[in-house]
């Protein structure tokens, strides 16, 4: 048998991690595949406050960015009016090959209401509307509905201590069907995350109920016509972010577990249709995290997305895990140069078993903060400023009880005139092609790969290898070997089962990650 020495990148799909945006604070909230093979991605772009002589104003603007499926920009467009702050939190293609944005706006004395804009294929846009009440609202999620029309979720507040879930139902031009207000308190302050119409017509939302006394994540569902037919609160998950109905009927949420007197972890509830609980699971670590997102991936597993404490400091990278159809783990990564801020607010599978996530990053050198924008590849690796984490999971006890709502109805919805620009520039920050060629300086080579007894070593430059670790894909040591001199290392692999794995090895100067393929051997 004859095996060749290669770099990881041989075996790697196409990755890329990508800052977009200005010399303002710039953040992605959400991200879809586009109907024409592309993708696109929604959040916001800032400008620095100026003084016009009697006032500050702060300037900021929804911001839609497509790119292919390399990472390479279509276009770029900043969406708003002039001299006033717009965010876009969710974005989702339509069936004419547009997108639709949902977010919030600023009104007067730094209110906000609710912003709903429809898009062409170009990011152009063909409408907008505001929602709002007195006080503060803001949408969270919007999804195109059967009949053509678009659902929102959000919430609305008029005192610093209450809020209320919003849900509310427009058709294909913008103009409600109809809305509701749910109160579970008085004194409460509740809001919705998620939304989204499932199989048989009818919307299941996720969210959050707190009083003083407890908090807990909020499910709840809704008839085609808004009715509420059940509500469950989750004390255990403290909030819930995102839902995603699953190839059997049922439905899986992520949260937030918060606990003063540990780290925060990730929260997934699988349920079936009828929102009675299948299991459980608890994602923490060494650090705090977050979440952001749930989507069922094309095997009946789940990907995970957020933030999490970064092992260099006070910082967080951006976080993706992936389990199966039970809730084990089976990979779980890290993203960011460490000197900052990353976060992964939506993720997205990719045909090739990869996943896009759209986030923010810090220190790429457009701004304070930028647009982020990478793809994995199907072990969720991109390939450089990555880590794979450790994660503990668990069962949690949960305690689930039924929600009395207060409902109501009743919101202002106006047009606005928006508009569209090409606005910001890109930079990439490490981009892997499916194939290396073999001079390249960044590669780490391996010899064999696939391998099925033993493998040797050797980093850019034959400087040397101190240490190797080789990894499952959970970030649990199988193997490790040091030394002391010698431009390459060798380690024994044949009592590792068949599979992937990741290779660590030092140098000196610095860390590399690459993947490891082990084949069945002649045993």
């Known amino acids: 048998m004859i095996s060749l020495a290669v770099p990881l990148g041989s075996f790697a799909q196409s990755t890329f991690q990508k800052a977009c945006g200005s010399t303002g604070n710039d953040e992605a909230g959400a991200t879809v595949l586009t109907n024409d093979g592309a993708i696109a991605s929604a959040g916001v772009t800032s400008h620095p406050a100026f003084w016009t002589g009697d006032i500050w104003v702060y300037d900021a603007d929804m911001y839609l960015v497509k790119t292919t499926m390399e990472g390479d920009d279509i276009w770029k467009q900043r969406i708003g009016s002039p001299n006033r702050a717009e965010k876009a939190t969710s974005l989702a293609k339509t069936a004419d090959g547009g997108f639709i944005l949902c977010g919030l706006g600023t009104v007067v004395s730094n209110e ?43 919430f609305h507040t008029d005192t610093i201590n209450s ?31 998620s939304v989204q119409q499932n199989s048989d017509g ?57 606990d003063p007197a540990s780290e925060n972890g990730l929260y997934l509830i699988r349920t079936t249709a009828l929102g009675d609980t299948v299991w459980t699971r608890m994602y923490g670590g060494p650090e705090w995290a977050y979440a952001h997102c749930v989507i069922e991936s094309s095997d009946g597993g789940f990907v995970l997305s957020g933030g999490i404490g970064s092992s260099a400091g006070q910082a967080e990278d951006a976080y993706l895990l992936k389990t199966d159809s039970v809730g084990s783990l089976i990979w779980s990564w890290s993203y960011g140069a460490g000197w900052g801020n990353d976060i992964a607010s939506s993720a997205i599978e990719m045909a090739d ?33 990555e880590q794979v984490v450790e994660v503990l999971s668990s069962v949690p006890p949960v305690t689930i009880s039924d929600i009395v709502f207060e409902v109501t109805s009743g919101f202002n919805v106006d047009s606005l005139s928006f508009a569209a620009t090409s606005f910001g520039t890109s930079a990439p920050i490490c981009l ?12 780490i080579f391996i010899y064999p790969n696939p391998a099925s007894e033993r493998i040797t070593i050797s980093t850019p430059g034959n400087l040397g290898v101190w240490s190797c670790e080789i990894l499952d894909l959970n970030g649990k040591v199988l193997l490790q070997e040091r030394t002391s001199s010698g431009p390459t290392l ?4 044949e009592s590792l089962d068949p599979g992937s794995y990741v290779v660590k090895a030092i140098d000196g100067h610095r860390t590399y990650y690459a993947k490891l393929i082990v084949q069945p051997g002649w045993r």
């Open 112 to 154: 906000t209401e609710m912003l709903l804009v429809k898009t062409d294929s170009l990011g152009q846009v063909t409408w907008a509307k505001s929602a709002g009440r007195p006080g503060y609202d803001a949408a969270r999620q919007v999804q195109q509905t059967s009949d053509g029309g678009y659902v929102v979720a959000g």
């Open 163 to 193: 809020g209320a879930i919003c849900i509310l139902k427009f058709d294909e031009n913008g103009d409600t069907v109809w809305t509701r207000i749910f109160n579970s308190d008085g004194v409460a302050f509740d809001e919705a995350n």
């Open 202 to 258: 009818d919307y299941v939302i996720t969210g959050s109920v707190s009083n003083a006394v407890s908090a807990g994540l909020c499910f709840m569902k809704l008839s085609n016509n808004g009715s509420l037919l059940w509500a469950k609160s989750f004390e255990g998950g403290n909030d819930g972010q995102s839902i995603c109905q699953t190839q059997d009927g049922g439905y899986a949420i992520l949260g937030t577990h918060y």
């Open 353 to 385: 078993g990869g996943v896009v996530a759209a986030g923010l990053t810090y220190g790429t050198g457009l701004g304070s903060f930028d647009f982020f924008l990478l793809r994995t590849d199907s072990s969720g690796s991109t390939g450089c400023n």
């Open 432 to 443: 892997t092609t499916a194939t290396h060629e073999a001079n390249d300086d960044s590669a």
């Open 490 to 493: 060798s380690i024994q692999v």
